[in-house]
């Protein structure tokens, strides 16, 4: 439990702000890698280049910024059809690409309350029929399910000894909206202890499973770049190196 209250300590020192967004840490005996984000980044989801072209890659987005600017930190946002087209609501620049959907069979989509991920001048983890309900409005928002916590509650068919384990990715939000903590985990792991990552240790009221099998990171500062088959939706902050 000291290793645990020492390392939540140090993720949000000074010191791990200064040591770049992604940080390794170690909760319930398996490694995750965190990567904390303000409200005032660039943030930006992308999907598509000027031609339509499913970008896919961490490196292909990166070829297609303009010079001198490249991704700090992205991951992949979301499911996504065989033709790698958005399960659900996804927005990017302010254009609706994709509506919002109430949720159905597919796949962990489909484990209801699923939520949306929403970017404007706060970052936003929000149930869909409470995002339905308020007719919010994002810059970027993509779609995704199940929730992991929704107001501090474990989503109720988590199971603390659920054997479905993978590779899992999501991302959770603070309540004053300011700030928005992304993990992947480093090792398989069940839904329950990765919901209760966001829960517990970073203390979050609300996160969302993006994926789990075709999770992958990106960290500019490490050079860590998960490489495999395509994917859709792709969130990351973009910077000036």
């Not at 916590?149 to 993978?166: E, M, N, W, Y």
Request: hydrophobic fraction near 40%; charged fraction near 15%; glycine fraction near 12%.
């Amino acid at each position: 439990m000291k290793k645990l209250i020492a390392a939540y300590l140090c993720l949000f020192s000074p010191a791990f702000a200064a040591g770049g967004p992604c940080e390794d840490v170690t909760w319930l005996d398996q490694s995750y890698t965190i990567c904390e984000v303000q409200a005032d980044a660039d943030l930006r989801l992308f999907h598509s280049d000027a031609d339509g072209e499913v970008m896919g890659h961490f490196s292909t987005i990166n070829n297609k910024l303009p010079d001198g600017q490249a991704l700090g930190f992205a991951m992949n946002a979301g499911m996504y059809h065989d033709d790698y087209s958005p399960v659900g609501l996804y927005i990017e620049g302010g254009e609706e690409k994709s509506a919002l959907a109430s949720g159905g069979g597919f796949g962990n989509f489909g484990l209801t309350p699923n939520g949306v991920f929403c970017i404007n001048e706060m970052l936003n983890v929000i149930e869909t029929n409470t995002f339905r309900e308020n007719n919010l409005s994002c810059e970027y928002a993509t779609q995704s399910g199940p929730m992991l916590v929704i107001d501090g509650a474990l989503h109720p068919r988590l199971l603390p000894d659920g054997t479905s384990k993978h590779i899992r990715n999501g991302v959770g939000t603070s309540a004053d909206g300011q700030r928005a903590v992304f993990a992947i985990s480093n090792e398989r792991v069940n839904f329950y202890d990765f919901a209760t990552l966001f829960r517990d240790y970073l203390n979050l009221p609300n996160a969302l499973y993006f994926d789990g099998k075709v999770s992958r990171l990106y960290n500019g500062t490490t050079g860590r770049s998960d490489f495999g088959f395509s994917v859709g939706a792709i969130v990351g902050t973009v910077v000036s190196p």
